[in-house]
T-cell receptor, first 113, second 113 residues
Framework: NAGVTQTPKFQVLKTGQSMTLQCAQD?????MSWYRQDPGMGLRLIHY???????DQGEVPNGYNVSRSTTEDFPLRLLSAAPSQTSVYFC????????????FGSGTRLTVV | EDQVTQSPEALRLQEGESSSLNCSYT??????LFWYRQDPGKGPEFLFT???AGEEKEKERLKATLTKKESFLHITAPKPEDSATYLC??????????????FGSGTQLTVLP
């Protein structure tokens, strides 16, 4: 049981490049989310999904796209990378019902130069 | 808008020296307050969920309590392996079906041997 798997672990991009951060979970969780973590600012929600085919924006969605074609996968796309998107990105998932905390992946550290 | 403030930002303790971390929150209709532990270079790890004022939960040397305005994470006789950043998050009534969390910026705990 792998939990939430994120790839890659590290990435360096040039300004203007695009890329996709991968996230997969094997727990059959309905809810999946993407957060970014910056020093002193806590985790901020980028996009989330409540099930396959359903996505919505979080607190800081600009510059990012998501899709959810299957229950397991929830990729995050950076359309045109900017230095302000330098951050650590976490994918998380949880099952329905409020008794369960989110399970987080180990993160992707992204640097945009 | 839901808000979470954690204090102190950093705390250094000697092994065996008990203390408490604070999480103050404002939320419209609390659905749950969550505590996570985050080790360097890793994703947050779920510790507890608290739902109503007066509720308490324990896990090894950790005990979480909840009032209508704040939560405390009490650490009894800490060990060096308790060193980590502790994150607090709330899920408010306005999070709707998404069950999204608002995080504080964390307390970095260091336990010295």
């Amino acid at each position: 049981n792998a939990g939430v798997t994120q790839t890659p672990k590290f990435q360096v991009l040039k300004t203007g490049q695009s890329m996709t951060l991968q996230c997969a979970q094997d727990m059959n969780h309905e809810y999946m989310s993407w957060y970014r973590q910056d020093p002193g600012m806590g985790l901020r929600l980028i996009h989330y999904s409540v099930g396959a085919g359903i996505t919505d924006q979080g607190e800081v969605p600009n510059g990012y796209n998501v899709s959810r074609s299957t229950t397991e996968d929830f990729p995050l796309r950076l359309l045109s990378a900017a230095p302000s998107q330098t951050s650590v990105y976490f994918c998380a998932s949880t099952r329905g019902g409020s008794n369960y905390g989110y399970t987080f992946g180990s993160g992707t550290r992204l640097t945009v130069v | 808008e839901d808000q979470v403030t954690q204090s102190p930002e950093a705390l250094r303790l000697q092994e065996g020296e008990s203390s408490s971390l604070n999480c103050s929150y404002t939320v419209s209709g609390l659905r749950g307050l969550f505590w996570y532990r985050q080790d360097p270079g890793k994703g947050p790890e779920f510790l507890f969920t608290l739902y109503s004022a007066g509720e308490e939960k324990e896990k090894e040397r950790l005990k979480a309590t909840l009032t209508k305005k704040e939560s405390f994470l009490h650490i009894t006789a800490p060990k060096p392996e308790d060193s980590a950043t502790y994150l607090c998050a709330v899920q408010g009534g306005n999070s709707g079906s998404a069950r999204q969390l608002t995080f504080g910026s964390g307390t970095q705990l260091t336990v010295l041997p």
